[in-house]
């Protein structure tokens, strides 16, 4: 079964940048797509950005431009570049196959304003 380590988040500043990772255990990494959501206090679990076997990439609309994600199969890890970071970006950050049930810890971003 997969499982996914979450780390890299903290608290930044309006305008900083964040870099985030999750290394995968459990699947053959490669094979599959691979996904960051977040979820911030009272709201649902949405999904920031994907990345797919192949390495292309998709975004939510309010990370375009902001936001990058990227693999490395070598080391069975997905990251997740955020730079000029919002206080909406503030949520718990997780990382999750499409098509996973289950989820890992995630780690907390804060931005301050």
């Known amino acids: 079964q997969v499982q996914l380590v979450e780390s890299g988040g903290g608290l930044v500043q309006a305008g900083g940048s964040l870099r985030l990772s999750c290394v995968v255990s459990g699947i053959i990494f490669r094979a599959n797509a691979m996904g960051w959501y977040r979820q911030a206090p009272g709201k649902q679990r949405e999904l920031v950005a994907g990345?797919?076997?192949?390495?292309?990439?998709n975004y939510a609309d309010s990370v375009k431009g902001r936001f990058t994600i990227s693999r490395d199969n070598a080391k069975n890890t997905v990251y997740l570049q955020m730079n000029s970071l919002k206080p909406e970006d503030t949520a718990v950050y997780y990382c999750k196959p499409p098509q996973a049930s289950l989820w890992g810890q995630g780690t907390q971003v804060t931005v301050s304003s």
């Open positions: 990345i797919n076997s192949g390495g292309s990439t």
